[in-house]
RNA sequence: GCCGGAGUGGCGGAACGGGUAGACGCAAGGGACUUAAAAUCCCUUGUCCGCAAGGGCGUGCGGGUUCGAGUCCCGCCUCCGGCACCA
C-alpha cells in the first residue's frame, strides 16, 4: 500500500521506512514467547537485518543465540517498546503500598510535529520517572494533548482543514513519535483537552467559581489583538503586543467573562514562600507580576459638586505637594467633570488616546501629554484648590485609575509639570539637608526623607508621615491604607470557534443565567463559519445560539465565546488522575494519593502565565474540597531552550545548511556567495535550523537521542544541537556493546557469580575497579537525585565503560581458581550494573544488554545498582605536595597514611627537596587524602 | 531604570562544605589496521619559553581575605532572561 519512493530523505512520516514496517507488523500473537524469538522473528519478518543491513554478518542466528555484531537501535527499540506496553510495566496504581511519586512534563499543543524542544523535556521527565521506578516507587507519569488553541483554527481559515481533524491528526502523529521516544507513560491516562469528556469539566469548573463569586461578567476595556482577533489576558500582552503572534493590541470594549484571580493575590504570594523547590527566578517572577504594593488610598473632592476623585498612592506623604491630579482618559469622571470650555480639547484627547495601540501608549519613552479637563479639586490636607487633568500616562486599570500628582517627588509628574507650567511644591527634605528650592530643581527628589511645608506633620520623617497621613484619612472617612496589586483579574472570553464554550445563557426575562450541571457538556458545534473576521463563529450558528431559559422555559441565547485555552491546562495534571470520570472532575481519594505533582518539568516562558494560573486553580480546587493541597507542585525544573546555528543570508533570507559554504572563517551564501549572519537560534522551520527527531531516530536511534538530550547541558541550560555530539553518544553506546561483545562467551558463567566480591583476592587493578564502579553508582546516584546533572552522570558512566578495559587482560582462568572467580564476579558485577545504570538513560539498550547478559525480567523493573560506602573510595590516593601554593609533585599514598607518614614522604621528596632546601619550614598545612602544602 | 542569572581550552561543559582547574564528550594532530576508504583502536592536545629536564602564566577586569580562591568579600565590565510611565 505504501508507495515506493526510495528512502532518500523524504520527510514524509507515513514514508516506509524500516523500523516503520516494524512497528506496523501485527502479528504480535508473539508477544508470549521469549523476547529474543520475538526480535529475530521481527527482524527476519522485517528483511531487515539478513538482507540489507551490511553491517550484520550473513546469516540468521538461531533463537537464544545472544548478541548482533552491532548495536543496532532500529532492531532494538521497537522491540522493547512493544514488550513494555504488552507488559504494562509503566502503569501506575500497581503497587499501592508503595511511596508514589507524580513526574509531570507539560503537555504539548501537537502541532504537526515534535521537534527536540519537546524531546528535551519528556526525556528529562521519562528518566526521573524510570529511575525512581527503580527505586521502588510507584510512579505516576501521564501525558496528553492541549488540543484546542488558535493555531489549528488559523490553519483552519487557510487550509480549509477542519481544526478537529487536523489536530486528531497532529496527535496521532506526536503521539507515535513519542512512543518512538521510548518514553515510559502510563497511557491509559491520556487526555485531549478538546474532547467534550475533559471540556465539560471546564465547564464544570466554570460554573463551580460563578457559584463562587469567582466568576463575573464585566464590560470594560479589553486587550483586543488586531492579529488573532480576540481579546487576550493581561499576561498575553508582551509588550503592547500579542505575544503569539506579535501585533499590536490596542484598547476594545468587549463584555467578556474574568476570573477573580485577585481574590487570591496575597495567597498567591505568600504560597511563593513555600516554593523552596522551584527556580528562584520563577518565583521571583510571579512575585513581581503579583506586584503587591501597599499604600493608600485617598479621597481629593471636587470643588462645587458632590463628586469626588479617589486616588491610591505609595507616598502619602507627599501629600501636601500634590499641585494637580491627573485621570485616565477612560476614567468614567471625565465626561461629567469637564467643562465646556475644555470639553472639545478634552473630547479629541479622549478619542486619541483609544485609538492608540498598547504598545505605544505604554512606551517609557512616549511623551508625556495632557489636557485640562477645567475641573477643580479640592487636596483637604494642603486645603488649595488644584486643577484635574487627563494626560497619557496614567493607566484606568492601575489603582483607580488616578493619581495626584506630586512633581518634585515623583519623576512623570515632574515632567508634566514642566511642560505644562504646573506648580511645584517641594515638601520632603533629604535627611540631614535643607529642602531645596521648586525653581532649582532638575529632577524630583524620590526618596524618602523629611516633612517639610505639610503643616502638622513638618519634622516627620516620610515612613511615619504616611501612617499617620493615612490615618488621618481614614478616620475623615477619605480613604486610608489599601494594598494594590499588579495582577489583575484574568479575562477568559475568547471570541473564537476552537475552544471550550461557555456554560451560561443570556434569557429574555431571567437575565444571566448559568447552564444546569445535568446538561453539561455544552458540545461545542461541529460546524461553524470560522473567517477569522473577529466575530465569534459560534454566534453564527443558530442552533447553537437559540436554547431555551432553564429556569422559565423561554428563549435564551447562549454564550458564544469560547474559553482560553489556558483554563484547559490550569488543571489537566488533576484530571490525569481519574481522566474517565464522567461525574467529577476526578476522585478526591486518587487525587490524595497522588498529588501534588512532584517533579514538573517545562519551560521558562510558562513561568508566570500557566504556573500561576496552575497555582491558582488548586487553591480554587482545594475551596471546591476536589484537592486538599494547596500548592500543585513540589519542585519545577525549567528546561532550556535547544538551540542550533542559523545562517543568514542578507537577500536570500535563512538558508539550510545544505545551502552554505565553508569559506575559511567565514560562512558564504552558496546562492550568491555573500556572507552569512551566523546565530545560534532556538530551532524551528523558518529559522532552517531544526532536527527533527524522525531523522534522529532513523540515523541513531530513540536511546541516542536521549543520551543526548541529557548529556549536552544541565536541564536548565540551553543546548546546542551538535551533530558532532550526537555521533559521540552513539559512540557511547556502541562502545558498551562492544564491550558486552567481547565477554559474550562468559556470560553463562557470570550469570553464576553474583554473591559479594571478595577485595582481598582482586589484583590491585581490579580492586581500584571495584572502587571506582561503586563510586561511580554513588556518583550516578547522586547527580541524578541531589542535582539533576544528568550531563555528569553520563560522563561517570562513560568512565566506567573505558575503565572496564581492565577485564581485556583478563585470562580464562578455571571456576577453580578463586582469583579468576573473584575477577569474573566482579566483571558480571560490572556489567549488570552499568546495563542497569543505563536503564532511565537509554531503556532500550538496557534491556537490550539485560536480556543478552541472561538475567530474568526487565531492566526498567529492577533495583537500581546500589553502592557500599565504605567502597566508595580508593585505598591508594594521589597526594598533592605543594611548596608556596605552587604544585610541586603528586606522589601515590595510602589513604589512611598517618600525618607524620605522609609530612615525611612529602620532605623527603627529590622534587620537593629542590625547593625547600636550605629554607625554614613556617608552616605545614594538610589535609588529608588530598594535599600539603609547605609554607616557607 | 529595576529584579534575576551567567562569564572557565578551538567547542559543549566538569570541579561534593576553598584544596592538583579543564572530568566526560566533540573537534584537531599523530600512529596502528586496510590494496584503499570508511569504521575501529592507541597516543597527544590550556597557553608561553625550552632540544629536554623543567619553568612562567592562566577560570571577564581591578582589588582584598587565606598557607591556598573558578569557588568567599568589595568595586567594575560584558552578555542573556524577566518586568517596566504600576502612582
Known amino acids: 500500500m505504501h508507495d515506493l519512493e526510495g528512502h ?65 537501535p532500529k532492531l532494538i527499540e521497537p522491540k522493547w517498546q512493544k514488550v513494555w506496553e504488552a507488559e504494562g510495566l509503566h502503569r501506575a496504581g500497581a503497587h499501592p503500598e508503595r511511596p508514589k511519586l507524580y513526574v509531570l512534563e507539560m503537555f504539548p499543543y501537537p502541532s504537526g510535529n515534535m521537534h527536540m524542544g519537546h524531546a528535551r523535556v519528556y526525556v528529562i521527565g521519562d528518566l526521573l520517572a524510570r529511575y525512581w521506578r527503580m527505586h521502588g516507587r510507584d510512579v505516576f507519569h501521564p501525558m496528553g494533548f492541549d488540543a484546542f488553541g488558535l493555531p489549528a483554527e488559523n490553519a483552519a481559515i487557510r487550509e480549509k482543514i477542519h481544526p478537529r481533524q487536523r489536530t486528531l491528526k497532529n496527535i496521532e502523529t506526536f503521539r507515535g513519535q513519542l512512543k518512538r521516544l521510548g518514553l515510559s507513560y502510563d497511557w491509559e491516562r491520556e487526555i485531549i483537552t478538546c474532547e467534550p469528556e475533559y471540556y465539560r469539566f471546564n465547564q464544570w469548573l466554570f460554573l463551580k467559581m460563578y457559584e463562587k463569586g469567582l466568576v463575573y461578567r464585566r464590560r470594560s476595556l479589553a486587550n483586543w489583538c488586531t492579529g488573532c482577533l480576540t481579546i487576550l489576558a493581561n499576561e498575553q500582552v508582551v509588550e503592547g503586543r500579542c505575544e503569539r503572534c506579535q501585533s499590536p493590541v490596542v484598547p476594545r470594549e468587549i463584555p467578556d467573562w474574568a476570573l477573580r484571580i485577585t481574590r ?91 485609538r492608540t495601540e498598547r504598545a505605544v501608549r ?34 484606568a486599570e492601575y489603582g483607580t485609575g488616578a493619581v495626584m500628582s506630586v512633581p518634585a517627588h515623583d519623576q512623570r509628574d515632574f515632567e508634566f509639570a514642566k511642560k505644562y507650567r504646573l506648580p511645584i511644591r517641594v515638601v520632603i527634605a533629604p535627611v540631614g539637608r535643607p529642602a531645596g528650592s521648586a525653581t532649582e530643581l532638575t529632577q524630583a527628589f524620590v526618596e524618602d526623607g523629611v516633612l517639610h511645608n505639610s503643616g502638622p506633620h513638618d519634622g516627620k520623617g516620610s515612613a511615619q508621615a504616611r501612617r499617620d497621613i493615612a490615618a488621618e484619612a481614614r478616620s475623615r472617612g477619605q480613604g486610608g491604607p489599601t494594598v494594590n496589586y499588579h495582577l489583575r483579574d484574568w479575562g477568559i472570553s475568547r471570541q473564537r ?162 545551502g552554505v559554504v565553508q ?126 546533572q544528568f550531563n555528569t552522570a553520563i560522563a561517570a558512566l562513560m568512565e566506567l565503560c573505558n575503565a572496564c578495559k581492565v577485564f581485556d587482560a583478563l585470562t580464562a582462568g578455571g571456576p577453580d581458581d578463586a582469583a579468576a572467580r573473584e575477577a569474573l564476579r566482579l566483571l558480571g558485577f560490572a556489567l549488570r550494573s552499568l546495563a542497569l545504570m543505563l536503564a532511565p538513560f537509554a531503556p532500550h539498550f538496557a534491556e537490550e544488554a539485560w536480556e543478552a547478559l541472561g538475567m530474568p525480567g526487565r531492566a526498567c523493573q529492577q533495583p537500581f545498582p546500589s553502592f557500599d560506602p565504605k567502597l566508595t573510595v580508593q585505598d591508594v590516593v594521589t597526594l598533592v605536595v605543594q611548596v608556596n601554593g605552587k604544585v610541586r609533585a603528586n606522589l601515590e599514598v595510602p589513604r589512611a597514611a598517618p600525618r607524620e607518614e605522609i609530612e615525611r614522604i612529602a620532605l623527603s621528596d627529590e622534587r620537593v627537596r629542590k625547593w625547600t632546601e636550605g629554607k625554614a619550614i613556617r608552616r605545614l598545612v594538610v589535609v588529608p587524602g588530598r594535599l600539603i602544602n609547605i609554607v616557607l
Not at 527476519?44 to 546469516?59: H, T
Open 8 to 72: 532518500d530523505g523524504s520527510q514524509n512520516p507515513e514514508d516506509a521506512g524500516d523500523e516503520q514496517r516494524l512497528l506496523s507488523l501485527e502479528h504480535l500473537g508473539l508477544l508470549s514467547s521469549p523476547t529474543s524469538i520475538l526480535y529475530h522473528k521481527l527482524a527476519s519478518e522485517a528483511g531487515l537485518v539478513w538482507s540489507c543491513a551490511p553491517c550484520y554478518k550473513a546469516g540468521t542466528p538461531s533463537p537464544g543465540e545472544a548478541m548482533l555484531e552491532k548495536y543496532h
Open 663 to 788: 569559506d575559511g572563517e567565514k560562512v558564504r551564501c552558496s546562492e550568491c556567495r555573500a556572507a552569512l549572519e551566523v546565530r545560534l537560534e532556538k530551532m524551528s522551520k523558518s529559522k532552517h535550523n531544526g532536527v527533527s527527531p524522525e531523522a534522529m531516530f532513523e540515523q541513531y536511534g530513540a536511546d541516542t537521542a536521549r543520551l543526548f538530550c541529557l548529556f549536552a547541558a544541565p536541564p536548565e541550560k540551553d543546548i546546542e544541537w551538535s551533530d558532532a555530539g550526537v555521533a559521540g553518544c552513539f559512540g557511547f553506546l556502541r562502545r558498551v556493546w562492544a564491550l558486552l561483545l567481547r565477554h559474550q562467551e562468559r556470560f553463562d558463567v557470570l550469570r553464576t557469580l553474583d554473591g559479594p566480591v571478595d577485595e582481598a583476592r582482586l589484583s590491585p587493578e581490579l580492586k581500584a575497579f571495584h572502587r571506582l564502579l561503586h563510586h561511580t553508582i554513588e556518583r550516578v546516584r547522586r547527580d541524578i537525585e541531589r542535582e539533576f
Open 497 to 658: 470557534y476552537w475552544g471550550t464554550p461557555i456554560p451560561m445563557l443570556e434569557c429574555e426575562r431571567c437575565g444571566t443565567v448559568p447552564v444546569p450541571y445535568e446538561q453539561l457538556p455544552v458540545r461545542l458545534p461541529p460546524e461553524a463559519p470560522i473567517t477569522g473576521t473577529g466575530e465569534s463563529p459560534l454566534s453564527k450558528v443558530a442552533e447553537f445560539v437559540h436554547t431555551t431559559c432553564p429556569s422559565c422555559g423561554g428563549p435564551a441565547r447562549r454564550d458564544t465565546d469560547t474559553m482560553d485555552t489556558f483554563f484547559d491546562s490550569s488543571w489537566y495534571f488533576a484530571r490525569y488522575l481519574d481522566p474517565r470520570n464522567e461525574r467529577l472532575p476526578f476522585d478526591r481519594a486518587a487525587a490524595d494519593r497522588y498529588l501534588p505533582v512532584d517533579i514538573y518539568i517545562g519551560g521558562p516562558e510558562h513561568a508566570v502565565m500557566h504556573l500561576l494560573y496552575f497555582r491558582f486553580f488548586t487553591r480554587v480546587m482545594r475551596d471546591l474540597g476536589l484537592v486538599g493541597i494547596e500548592e500543585p507542585v513540589a519542585r519545577l525544573v525549567t528546561q532550556g531552550m535547544v538551540v542550533r546555528s542559523s545562517y543568514r543570508c542578507p537577500s536570500h533570507g535563512y538558508r539550510a545548511e545544505s
Open 362 to 395: 505604554t512606551d517609557e519613552k512616549a511623551t508625556k501629554e495632557g489636557v485640562f479637563t477645567g475641573a477643580m479639586a479640592h487636596n483637604p490636607f494642603s486645603g488649595e484648590d488644584i486643577p484635574v487633568w487627563i494626560a497619557n500616562f496614567v493607566l
Open 264 to 354: 487570591y493575590a496575597d495567597e498567591l504570594l505568600k504560597g511563593l514562600d513555600t516554593l523552596t523547590a522551584w527556580p528562584e527566578r520563577v518565583v521571583t517572577m510571579q512575585r513581581n507580576w503579583i506586584g503587591r504594593s501597599e499604600g493608600c488610598e485617598l479621597t481629593f473632592p471636587l470643588c462645587g459638586g458632590g463628586e469626588a476623585i479617589r486616588v491610591f498612592t505609595t507616598r502619602a506623604d507627599t501629600v501636601f505637594g500634590a499641585t494637580y491630579m491627573v485621570l485616565a482618559p477612560e476614567h468614567p469622571l471625565v465626561a461629567r467633570i469637564t467643562t465646556p470650555a475644555q470639553r472639545g480639547a478634552v473630547q479629541e484627547f479622549v478619542q486619541r488616546m483609544a
